[in-house]
């Protein structure tokens, strides 16, 4: 997997977190570096995933009002677990991503809150809700960044992918027509 | 074989990895929480500057687009606003024309009042109810009949003039031929009574809104912008009422009259109230029996 390739994405990721929330609020609920994290911890790269994770975590962390590092710790972590996931679990199945992606949501916001809270620095923002809504704005975009990274990385992997259907279909039908 | 050694070699050390990165986070954590509480925020401060490149570029990117995408997502608040500030301005411009309206009745009314305090014939003021419908006429009705003292052939003015004279009344209401209409006609003068010779007679022109000025003699001087009054000649109106004011003039000659035409003072196509003058003309002394022009046969019908 091309670095360059890895690291403008996440710095076009980072841009798209900053940028769509000042633009209009609700838009920040879209964890766009996290897409980014989960998507290269699915390629089983334990390395770069955390790599990435850790940057991608302090870049948000920076700006924001929260700790630093807060953001790099969940991140980090969450590559982690979906790294050991995907060397364990065949989740190259675009359907399976969908719930990997959920659930990393929500460990990313659950450790991040609970690093904020532990250090005496709670959120003000209501939990259930704001994960909530990350889970919902995360979940449903990242499904298509994740479909379009896949794209941007590995087009003929992508490619393969499409046709292993029609070439399902057509061994199918050779070993029908090979018994009649 | 070197691959899959190198996978395994991966797979062993992500732990170290992971937990090095954690421990490194953790710390950084725990620095900036402690400098949070002493308010030195120095590491905070590093960090950010480390990433203002970024910030920097996700400003100007959001300064450039943001604005184009922020109209675009409050275009219907906006919409929202732009219909609630046209009704808005629909209601100031509602009450501006309300007070412009209050503002000339006020005028009106007061002209009304100087005008009921004019000495001269007393005065019945009304209201004009209705126009002629039709373009074929140029009459008004007013709210004032016989029931007030109006009748027949009496004259109704305005501060600034003569509007016309009642051609119908019934109890409680009048209609009134404007000096305009064609059949209309009284008698006038061209400046001051007794200063000036240019007696004549003024007709309506109709739907033109003008009056016109006839048998002035050539002779005589008149300019544009004289004023037009009634003589009290004509049995209907009493003398010394403004009757408009000369707008053109066709200069005659010594054996042709002046053509002059005038613009009412009144102003017709705005009427609201009027006065109408209880006025009743001096009688005319009945011609003379002796003279010899005189129709002996209509005077004395039944002697016969």
Redesign the interface.
Known sequence: MPQFKIAAVL?LA??LQ??LG???PPLSHIDFPLIVVVYVALQ????TA??V??IA???I???SGG????G??SK??TA?LV?LGA?RVNLENALIRIPVLAAATLVDGAVYFF?QRS???PPSAPFVQTISYNLIGTTVIGTFVLYMLGSVFNPTGTQSRQFASRRRGARRSASFSKRR | MAATRTQKEIRQRAPIWLVMLLITNFAVMAVDANRRFTQQQTFKGLVQAVFSPIQNATSWVSSAGGGFINEILNFRSTARENQSLKERLAQTELELRNTKEAKTENYRLQGLLALKAEPGPEKVFARVIARDASVWFNTIMINRGSSSGVALNMPVITPGGIVGRVVAVSPVTAQVMLITDEKAAAGAIVGQLGGSGALGSVRGLGNSGLVEMRYVSGLQKVDVGDYVLTTGQDGIYPAGLNVGEVIEVKNGTATQPHQIYIRPSARLDQLTEVAVLLYQPPQRPAPEQTLPNVDKTKAMPRDR
Request: cysteine-free; overall charge negative.
């Open positions: 710095a980072i841009i900053l940028t000042e633009a209009w089983r790269d334990a390395w955390l790599i994770g850790t975590g302090l870049a962390d920076a700006p700790l630093i590092g807060a790099g710790f980090t972590l982690y790294y060397t690093w250090l005496g620095h």
